[in-house]
């Protein structure tokens, strides 16, 4: 597919997308801002979208060129017949992606899941990342407490579907009290579709990456300790205050055990700080990739 660019929008924020093959699937991919702009990649989280990321493209994309994807298995892109969903085949894609697009130096910035890719991309190409940004993922928090325990109980009592949009839209509401009803729409947008008998389905492969979170091969699992250790890269780690996922107390110890990690809680917020508290959480991101990129304009 080539190149679509969503109208009713100023050029400097802008949507452009596209298809690209990527280890054999073909990926959306969004951009926002200008071609030549700094590049910023985004990776959203488990069950998550490119286009969770659009707020931060309005107010970063006049200077730098905003990339994200629909990771594998969700939104509009491919489905893995195989259902490797697990981190060493999301960084394998976002390998393929820097290389498609011939980026050679860029900032990183994952939410939770996106985040766990992040840490381990980070720890294996330093010479790539001018900075890191995660949003609320620390070693241990997709196996252990009670955000684990959360997810591991949505996914396991997943509907497999709704009979109207108002149910699904309930669902939604539910589960993420704090979005306002624009977001609760576009996440019903992105997550789901109809099918041939008006039923609305899940548009993401929700048996295959249930089945590898619930049931996931220890092989797979990957220790994040050794890899926050090895990263080189100026790393800002933002956590909800309210957060389920990412205890203070680990926070501590990553910042202690690597003087490249920085860290901000964001009052207010839950695990999902990007869409809870979107003002703070922008102006964040872009005071950090200034400090860091002090070229950029």
Known sequence: MGIQVCTGQPAAT?????HLELNGLRLLCREWGPAEGYPIVL????????????RLAVHLSGSYRLIAI????????????GRNYYTDAYLADLEALVDTLKL???VLVGHSMGGATAYVYAARHADRLA??????????????????ERIRNEM???????????????YWRARRPSLGDAEIEERIAETMRQDPGGRWIWRY????????????????????????ARITAPTLLIRGGNSDFCPTQTVARMCAINPHFTSVTVPGASHYVHDDRPAAYNQLVARFIAEHLPEVP
């Open 104 to 106: 050679r130096r860029f």
């Open 43 to 54: 990776l959203h989280g488990l069950r998550g979208y490119s286009a969770t990321w659009r």
């Open 70 to 81: 629909d990771q594998r298995g969700r939104g509009q892109s491919d489905w893995d017949s």
């Open 131 to 148: 900075a890191l940004v995660i949003e609320d993922i620390a070693p241990g928090s997709s196996t252990e407490g009670e955000g684990a």
């Open 205 to 228: 492969d929700a048996a295959g990456i249930s089945a590898a979170r619930l049931n996931p091969d220890p092989a797979r699992v990957i220790d994040l300790w050794p890899v926050v």
């Open 14 to 18: 802008a949507e452009r997308a596209s």
């Open 156 to 170: 396991s009592s997943l509907p497999s579907g709704f009979t109207t949009r108002a149910e699904a839209r309930a």
